[in-house]
């Protein structure tokens, strides 16, 4: 059997459409993939379950596969666009 790591190859996948008026059974699948939103990505390895739901859910996902995750974002995405220059209650 093949051991799936960190560093292991992944498949990125990406939710390009939403879940309405489609079958509660095509919900639970993406859901088991971690996918909720729309215009969400997930990494999962390229295991058979895996690849058996993303076959499930073909038409409203995009695929890729990528060599490894990308690093955790830390922190805000956007600068906050103010800056706190001291605090006013502070001040004496």
């Known amino acids: ?16 459409k939403g879940f309405i008026g489609l079958p509660k059974s095509i919900k639970e699948n993406a859901k088991c993939l971690g996918l909720a939103k729309r215009c969400q990505t997930v990494y999962v390895p390229p295991h058979p379950s895996c690849v058996g739901n993303i076959l499930k859910i073909k038409e409203l996902v995009k695929v890729e596969l990528v060599e490894r995750k990308p690093a955790p974002r830390i922190g805000p ?4 666009g103010y800056a706190v220059h001291g605090s006013f209650l502070n001040a004496k």
């Open 1 to 16: 059997p093949i051991k799936y790591t960190a560093e292991g190859p992944f498949l990125k996948v990406y939710l390009y």
């Open 77 to 80: 995405m956007y600068p906050r």
